[in-house]
T-cell receptor, first 108, second 111 residues
Framework: AQRVTQPEKLLSVFKGAPVELKCNYSYSGSPELFWYVQYSRQRLQLLLRHISRESIKGFTADLNKGETSFHLKKPFAQEEDSAMYYCALARDRNKLVFGAGTILRVKS | DVKVTQSSRYLVKRTGEKVFLECVQDMDHENMFWYRQDPGLGLRLIYFSYDVKMKEKGDIPEGYSVSREKKERFSLILESASTNQTSMYLC??????????FGPGTRLTVL
């Protein structure tokens, strides 16, 4: 069965510190993975997808098939990064299975 | 710019009432989704529609039904609302790409 695990409910870091939001998945095929973000009082939106291999707002995520992980990283956290982050795995017909989410709190 | 709108931001209903949640998208997207969002559980797929009048159960369809009579509109129906259906409900759509575009959400409270 497809499953996405985000082990941390809350991650609290100081501004300027590195950030790593963990995501592990289980999937028998070739996975397509995404990170979605929800800022306060805004709608959920796509942050990045593993296929594009791009950096968005300083965030990157590398797919590690050996460890079945897709951790989200940023070298220097900013206060505006505070949000809820969801890791998601694609199924058929564009359906997604989401992790439980991690709240990132960046303290000044 | 893709726009997904939901009919209400906040809704309060009583146990046993029939509840309609409406979602409209303006980008001619084929696929539309209904999720519920609960703390500690993330987003869970309730129902999915890949075309007009076509629907498919998601992971937690019990107690819900859907209707898609027009391509731009996807309705979620709670036939007889119960307190355990108190939640945030999110609608989303996708077109040619697999990016899901979300609505602002409807926070439903069932008393």
């Amino acid at each position: 069965a497809q499953r996405v695990t985000q082990p941390e409910k809350l991650l609290s870091v100081f501004k300027g510190a590195p950030v790593e939001l963990k995501c592990n998945y289980s999937y028998s095929g070739s996975p397509e993975l995404f990170w979605y973000v929800q800022y306060s009082r805004q709608r959920l939106q796509l942050l990045l997808r593993h296929i594009s291999r791009e950096s968005i707002k300083g965030f990157t995520a590398d797919l590690n098939k050996g460890e079945t992980s897709f951790h989200l990283k940023k070298p220097f956290a900013q206060e505006e990064d505070s949000a809820m982050y969801y890791c998601a795995l694609a199924r058929d017909r564009n359906k997604l299975v989401f992790g439980a989410g991690t709240i990132l709190r960046v303290k000044s | 710019d893709v726009k997904v709108t939901q009919s209400s931001r906040y809704l309060v209903k009583r146990t046993g009432e029939k509840v309609f949640l409406e979602c409209v998208q303006d980008m001619d997207h084929e696929n539309m989704f209904w999720y519920r969002q609960d703390p500690g559980l993330g987003l869970r797929l309730i129902y999915f529609s890949y075309d007009v009048k076509m629907k498919e159960k998601g992971d937690i369809p019990e107690g819900y039904s859907v209707s898609r009579e027009k391509k731009e509109r996807f309705s979620l129906i709670l036939e007889s609302a119960s307190t355990n259906q108190t939640s945030m409900y999110l609608c989303a759509s996708t077109g040619i790409t697999d990016t899901q575009y979300f609505g602002p959400g409807t926070r439903l409270t069932v008393l």
